[in-house]
């Protein structure tokens, strides 16, 4: 049965990662695909459209939703002191035990890593000053907030905070670190000079090094395991031998990542493993110096008698291809007599016999390189046992020219080694038989290591997915948030716009009441939309009566005929003002006369949404 693939595993979906990566230079595969995907089919039904493809398109036309879709991504949700058991730790434990291990008054360096909009940073400047103390925080921090989001560092960076991002501070933490001003609450400006922001991609770029505290919160779960695996052993390059890691509280360390210990798991504080497993070490060789000398002696007997006397059977061809010399062993080996120097090789039985020597001459002198067969050779000489050999061809050239004057083969004698072989290749296949019969006693014992180590593999497997499920989950909080703060935006939004229509809607209804005239207005059907206080005294009808009614179809007294020209006049835009006195009943049935007048209603484009006809008794002349 075929299945349809997820939205974030199809191709359409990687084109749309590329097309981000070659617009704006930003690499989002290391960010796990189904949290990345729900972010951008987010902005994709904002702006009401289908298909990563569409999508893509949409970008290329609109390059101002990138940045809509770059804060989408880069979720950036966070508060003073977030997650407060971890700062309680972090104040009653961490600071006090650097601040005791430093007491020789080096720096103290502090990285938060995904500062978003600087709150993290400052959280961790006012807990380090309200343990060291304002000289000693002024002296020796530096605190290095870092993230890949330059809107929210430049937010970070102006450390101005609107009240309901402070609101949850207590009042003395708000009177002792911030200043209110006309924009909103401004961080302590001593402080703030111990605090550097930067754009730093934790995937790309070098780490900040020799650092005392490493504050990473709520970042890491939005990669991959790889990635966050990478970007771990970066941090352990960063911290000092005595540092500590800050994670967040849904976030922990994958098994393979073996390169911190933990100090408190429940508040996710961890400390730097020993040991420099982690660190690259550059490494090199050392190589020995041969010194050469020029002083070379001529051919001489004292030559001829060393290479006689040397332990190895050897022999020299010349470049001609005939025997040139052979010392003492080789002429045991091979039965050679002083009357075959300078004969042809090929014309020897050593030759071919033990190896062919033709072949291993001419590629010698071809490559102009030594060559030493892989395998010993056996021969046996006359009367003898056989015995083993190893055998090697080496090019002879005259030193600063580059033609091969000759060759020299050596037979070196390896027939003890190969005895030893054969002797190891026995004992091997004893010490086989014997490990059969181990082996059999011990299939049990392995078979019930195999289920253990099945058993733990499967247990780390479902840790992982449980850490993964709760990073997973812990995101989706994260998005939620950031939803539910862009709704409480929006309804305060509202709150205030329904507020402001209530506020308009009774200073209209106010104004209509107290005019004396009777008020109606009508829109472009001619249904009654405001009935007034007047009208209802002069021809009877309630204005929930009135209203939704066509006013000309209404039987209350008024000639509809002749009121009819001038209000559709109104509503046509072809005059400003109609009037017209007519003859009327009033509600109490007695004839009266009235000024009927009719003006366009207009809209906030100044287009025509309907008539205001006002109507004025008029006083009988007796």
């Not at 990687?14 to 089919?41: H, N, P, Q, W």
């Not at 994709?44 to 398109?57: H, I, P, Q």
């Not at 670190?177 to 991609?201: E, N, Q, S």
Request: proline share 4%; glycine share 6%.
């Amino acid at each position: 049965m075929s299945t349809v693939p997820a939205a974030e595993n199809s191709p359409a979906f990687d084109a749309l990662l590329d097309y981000l990566k070659s617009s704006r230079g930003f690499d989002f595969t290391a960010y796990k695909r189904a949290s990345l995907a729900r972010r951008v089919e987010k902005r994709m039904a904002a702006v009401r459209v289908e298909g990563f493809v569409d999508y893509a398109d949409y970008l290329e036309v609109n390059p101002e939703e990138l940045d809509q879709l770059f804060n989408a991504i880069l979720i950036n949700v966070t508060s003073f002191f977030r997650d407060e058991p971890a700062w309680e730790y972090l104040r009653h434990e961490t600071i006090p035990m650097l601040a005791d291990a430093t007491r020789d008054g080096r720096p103290l360096r502090v990285w938060t890593a995904g500062c978003a909009s600087g709150e993290e940073a400052y959280s961790m400047a006012m807990a380090l000053a309200d343990v060291l103390g304002r000289d000693a925080f002024r002296e020796r921090v530096k605190i290095y907030a870092t993230d890949i989001d330059e809107q929210a560092l430049n937010e970070a960076r102006a450390a101005v905070y609107p009240e309901k991002r402070v609101q949850l501070l207590p009042p003395e933490v708000l009177d002792r670190y911030f200043t209110r001003g006309d924009a909103g609450y401004l961080f302590d400006k001593d402080l703030r000079r111990a605090v550097i922001f930067g754009r730093h991609d934790l995937i790309q770029d070098a780490p900040i090094s020799r650092v005392d505290i490493l504050s990473c919160r709520n970042t890491l779960m939005y990669f991959n395991k790889e990635v966050q695996i990478r970007i771990l052993a970066r941090f352990h390059f960063a911290l000092s031998d005595t540092g500590t890691l800050l994670l967040g509280k849904a976030e922990g360390l994958p098994t393979q990542a073996q390169m911190f210990v933990p100090i408190d798991m429940r508040r996710r504080v961890f400390r730097k493993a020993a040991g420099g497993a982690w660190r690259d070490r550059p490494g090199g060789l050392n190589r020995a110096a041969v010194d050469e000398t020029n002083d070379r002696a001529p051919a001489s007997r004292l030559h001829l008698a060393a290479f006689g006397a040397a332990p190895n059977a050897q022999l020299v061809v010349d470049a001609s291809g005939r025997l040139a010399l052979f010392n003492e062993d080789a002429r045991g080996l091979f039965g050679l007599a002083p009357t075959d120097l300078g004969r042809p090789v090929q014309d020897l039985e050593l030759s071919y016999r033990p190896i062919e020597m033709r072949s291993l001459i001419s590629q010698v002198t071809d490559q102009q390189r030594p060559v030493t067969l892989k395998e010993d050779v056996e021969w046996s000489a006359p009367g003898c046992e056989a015995r083993y050999y190893e055998v090697r061809v080496v090019p002879l050239i005259e030193r600063g020219d580059s033609q091969v004057m000759g060759v020299a083969l050596s037979f070196s004698d390896t027939t003890r080694a190969h005895e030893l072989q054969l002797q190891l290749d026995r004992s091997k296949h004893d010490l086989e038989a014997a490990y059969e019969d181990l082996q059999s006693t011990n299939e049990e014992l392995q078979t019930t290591n195999e289920e253990l180590q099945s058993t733990v593999e499967e247990l780390d497997t479902t840790n992982e997915e449980l850490q993964s499920t709760n990073e997973e989950l812990e995101t989706m909080n994260e998005e939620l948030r950031s939803t539910n703060e862009e709704l409480q935006t929006t309804n305060d939004e509202l709150r205030q716009r329904s507020d402001d229509l209530d506020h308009t809607n009774a200073f209209l209804e106010s104004v209509i009441t107290g005019v004396r005239s009777g008020v109606v207005v009508v829109d472009l059907e001619l249904q009654v939309i405001a009935w007034n206080h007047r009208a209802e005294d002069l021809w009877g009808l309630r204005a929930d009566e009135a209203r939704g009614q066509n006013f000309l179809s209404l039987d209350i007294g008024l000639p509809a005929d002749q009121l009819r020209s001038g209000i559709h006049s109104c509503l046509a835009g072809e005059q400003e003002h109609s009037e017209v006195v007519v003859k009327a009943t009033n509600r109490r049935g007695r004839a009266i006369t009235c000024r009927v007048s009719s003006t366009p209603l207009l809209g906030s484009s100044k287009e025509v949404r309907g008539a205001i006809v006002m109507i004025d008794e008029q006083p009988t002349s007796h």
